[in-house]
């Protein structure tokens, strides 16, 4: 089946949101009427300069101690000239200056080669020059003080159109956008996922082969991965179950041969036998329950952990469930039963007993067995998960396994998506946690 590649998808969805953009900027361009800037008469600026004036809705009328010098411009002078002959004072006590616009820098000009301004011919002539656009112009007093009039800053309605034009475009593009984050993000979301599965279960199912086409191609890579470490997983797990298995049968020969040896040898290589029988029979349990796909359902971990303690309690051994609500979580039972029996039974033949506590952290359940023995050689912390490795030294020397059941109980944990570990407990003893998703 054909699939559009994912560089095309976008590359079409950019440009269909370009079009959009440009066509609502298009209408804007028809439907808006021209900007006009507003229209002052000199007469109402000097009305407005004169003693007792009043500020208005378009003008703005205040007082200033001084006023900064600004750059000449020939437009202020013959303003100002008009003014001044309105107002009937000298030009030298007017001043008017016009804002900058926005993102543009105050022009420079030179006087040097312009003809000098003349001033209208009559104080109505001087009334009737035309202001446009912002100003700010101000006489100065008798006194050295300064009436300042400023036009009126308003939001002019061709301003508020543009501002409703834009956020009209921008909704008009956010659904494209979305479609576009959305594509681009999904599939990643989708690897992420599938990431974190094949970590807590590699027997979790394959990606679905959907989408654009480098989608779907490294779909199928990660399916082929998926696929090439499970398979190798189960060759060396076939390999050591084999070699486990056949060492039965020369374990057998040896104590028929044995027969005819001396009363002292045979029983020493017996006791040896037994030794290797038992390390066989070990790893082949070992290998079978982690290769082993587990059908989960739910069930109450506390209660599980109940039957664990009860049966040791009958036993006489000094173990204890901490109390507290129920949790529930998607696992095996068996091998969660085991692997709760094989760390509670550590504690017990290591350490004489054990105190048990499940609790429920964010949407990780954590289980806890402490116990209060001697606690182990830090070196010794992390090579207890090795296959075969016994940390007697820091424990009890009279016992011991073979040395499969932290790391069985670790693949346990781990096949449950969650983790398993060892720490030494301040004040004495060791701790073995382990963390399962909630």
């Not at 437009?75 to 008009?82: D, N, Q, T, V």
């Not at 654009?212 to 997983?233: C, D, G, H, K, T």
């Not at 084999?242 to 044995?258: E, F, Q, S, W, Y």
């Not at 003893?429 to 909630?438: E, F, K, M």
């Amino acid at each position: 089946m054909g699939r559009s590649p994912l560089f095309l998808r976008v590359f079409l969805l950019m440009l269909i949101c370009v079009a959009v953009v440009q066509l609502m900027n298009v209408a804007l361009l028809i439907a808006a009427q021209t900007p006009t800037s507003r229209i002052y008469t000199v007469g109402e600026i000097a009305q407005a300069l004169e003693p007792g004036g009043e500020s208005t809705e378009t003008l703005t009328i205040e007082r200033a101690a001084s006023r900064k010098p600004a750059a000449w411009n020939p437009r202020g002078e013959r303003i100002e000239l008009a003014i001044a002959t309105a107002l009937g004072v000298a030009a030298d006590r007017v001043d008017i200056r016009f804002p900058t616009p926005f993102l543009q820098r105050e022009q420079v000009y030179s006087r040097a080669g312009l003809p000098a301004p003349v001033p209208p011919a009559s104080r109505q002539a001087a009334r009737d020059v035309i202001v446009i656009g912002n100003f700010d112009a101000a006489v100065r007093q008798p006194d050295g003080s300064w009436i300042e009039v400023r036009s009126a800053q308003t939001f002019e309605p061709w301003r508020k159109l543009v501002l409703l034009w834009l956020i009209l475009s921008v909704a008009a593009v956010a659904p494209f956008a979305w479609a576009l984050a959305r594509r681009l993000t999904k599939p990643i979301g989708a690897f992420a996922a599938a990431a974190e599965r094949l970590g807590r279960d590699p027997r979790t199912a394959p990606i679905a082969i959907e989408g654009p086409a480098e989608i779907a191609e490294a779909a199928s890579a990660f399916n082929r991965m998926q696929a090439r470490l499970n398979r190798y997983v189960d060759d060396r797990a076939t390999v050591v179950g084999a070699v486990a298995h056949d060492l039965r049968t020369p374990l057998m020969r040896l104590g028929l041969r044995l027969e005819s040896a001396p009363p002292a040898l045979r029983a020493a290589c017996e006791n040896d036998i037994r030794d290797m029988e038992a390390m066989v029979a070990a790893t082949l349990s070992y290998v079978r329950d982690t290769n082993t796909v587990l059908d989960r359902r739910p069930l109450d971990l506390r209660s599980l952990a109940e039957t664990v303690i009860d049966d040791l309690s009958d036993r006489g051994a000094a173990v204890a469930l901490v109390p507290g609500e129920p949790v529930v979580i998607e696992g095996n039972s068996a091998a969660l039963k085991a692997m709760l029996a094989n760390l509670v039974g550590n504690a017990v033949k290591y350490a004489g007993g054990a105190e048990v506590s499940i609790a429920c952290e964010a949407d990780q359940v954590r289980i806890e067995v402490r116990d209060d023995g001697p606690g182990m050689a830090a070196e010794d912390i992390e090579r207890a998960f090795e296959p075969f490795f016994r940390g007697e030294r820091s424990r009890n020397r009279d016992t011991g396994g073979i040395g499969l059941g932290l790391p069985s109980a670790r693949a346990t944990a781990r096949a449950h998506g969650g983790d398993m570990g060892l720490a030494n407990r301040e004040g004495g003893g060791v701790v073995a946690w382990v963390s399962l998703p909630g």
